[in-house]
């Protein structure tokens, strides 16, 4: 089936510092891949969406500036937590879809604590 | 928009039984998919089971199955045969011609011994 890494899958970082956090999908192109936002005991919160070679597309309420997503490839995103503060400290989670209507396959999550 | 209500935050279920979760979404789309996803402590994201609006038939894997209720614009998930391993949130999510999932709020499933 296709497979869909993260990494890191921890990371802390410092107040002020900018984090990567890195989608890949390993067996299939990723067309098309989104990342969520997840609190605890909470649902998953659409960030953005970003389609191979194209500026990804915010969902409202999410800053640009902030949360920079860059899709180079057809297999890897990656979301870049610029200038972190202790409230991004959260669950963060890709999906990529290969561009079968339905077709979306999740990684396995980033947990991201800022102090 | 379209909206995804999941309105039991938590259900328990004792192992062997059956457990029914329940979903309900709004939509004017005539033609989109429905999902239950599983998601246990490691919180890596598990497709339990995919139903296309357009079929009529519902969907069945193992002991999961759906009773789609496409008036009604209802979408229950049946958990047979409960075991211990199904103990995780679940969520409902639905999309239509755009990309994107849309998710409900989640059940957290208990499963007792």
């Known amino acids: 089936g296709a497979v869909v890494s993260q990494h890191p899958s921890r990371v802390i970082c410092k107040s002020g510092t900018s984090v990567k956090i890195e989608c890949r999908s390993l067996?299939?192109?990723?067309?098309?891949m989104f990342w969520y936002r997840q609190f605890p005991k909470q649902s998953l919160m659409l960030m953005a969406t970003?389609?191979?070679?194209?500026?990804?597309?915010?969902e409202q309420g999410v800053e640009k500036d902030k949360f920079l997503i860059n899709h180079a490839s057809l297999t890897l995103s990656t979301l870049t937590v610029t200038s972190a503060h202790p409230e991004d400290s959260s669950f963060y989670i890709c999906s990529a879809g290969s561009g079968a209507a339905y077709e979306q396959y999740f990684g396995p999550g980033t947990r991201l604590t800022v102090t | 928009a379209q909206t995804v209500t999941q309105s039991q935050p938590e259900m328990s279920v004792q192992e062997a039984e059956t457990v029914t979760l329940s979903c309900t979404y709004d939509t004017s789309e005539s033609d989109y998919y429905l999902f239950w996803y599983k998601q246990p402590p490691s919180r890596q994201m598990i497709l339990v089971i995919r139903?296309?609006?357009?079929?009529?038939q519902n969907a069945t894997e193992n002991r999961f199955s759906v009773n789609f209720q496409k008036a009604a614009k209802s979408f229950s998930l049946k958990i047979s045969d409960s075991q211990l391993g199904d103990a995780a949130m679940y969520f409902c999510a639905y999309k239509d011609s755009g990309y994107a999932l849309n998710f409900g709020k989640g059940t957290s499933l208990l499963v007792t011994p």
């Open positions: 139903q296309e609006a357009y079929k009529q």
């Open positions: 970003s389609n191979e070679g194209s500026k990804a597309t915010y």
């Open positions: 067996d299939f192109q990723a067309t098309t």
